[in-house]
Structure formats: C-alpha cells, structure tokens
C-alpha cells in the first residue's frame, strides 16, 4: 500500500494506483493547475477529497521499490478527470482491450 502525503495528512492507495496519481498530479502541478483529488475510502462508505496545488508539500512512498508500468489509457482516463468541475474521482484501472494488449 502506497502513501500520498499531502499538507502533513497520509492517504492510502494501492502502490500501482499511486504511481499513476503521481504522474496526473505532478503533471498538473507542473503547469500550476489546480484541481480536486476524491476518492471512495475502503469500507467508509462516503467519499474523501482534497483541492491540490501548489501550496502545500506533496510526498509519494511506495512499498514497491519496483516501477511498473503505466497505463496509457488509464492516465488519459485521470487526466481527463482533473477538467470536470467535480474534479478527478479516482477510478478503477481500465481493461485492455484484445486489440490494444
């Protein structure tokens, strides 16, 4: 299980979910856009979200020290969402079609 360290608070997820959240994330911050992150927590039933910019410190650790790797389709998928103006809900990795693995 992978943290995403964001203003002093740990959120968990899992390890391949975090690599890509990284990419969406430090892409936007990059450009200095500003965006909201939610997320369904395991077994809580409700909904979390957090307005991420460039203000407060971000840190990702893994408990994998490997790198997979990543989902084209999936990180479209999660950039598209940073535009919605609910924000980015993270979202379950996408199957890859026949045709595309």
């Given amino acids: 299980m992978g943290v995403l360290n964001y203003g002093g608070t740990d959120y968990l ?16 911050l990059r450009r200095r856009e500003s965006f909201t992150l939610s997320w369904i927590p395991d077994g809580d039933g409700g909904r979390e979200a957090i307005w991420v910019d460039n ?8 408990d994998e020290s490997n ?3 990543l989902n084209r389709e999936w990180l479209d998928a999660l950039m598209d969402g940073t535009h919605r103006p609910n924000g980015l809900l993270v979202m379950p990795e996408p199957v890859l079609s026949a045709a595309r693995s």
Avoid: N
């Avoid at 203000?55 to 650790?61: A, C, D, K, T």
């Fill in 67 to 69: 790198i997979a790797p």
């Fill in 13 to 28: 997820f899992g390890d391949r979910l975090l690599s890509h959240l990284q990419v969406v994330i430090t892409t936007k």
């Fill in 55 to 62: 203000g407060l410190p971000i840190r990702f650790r893994y």
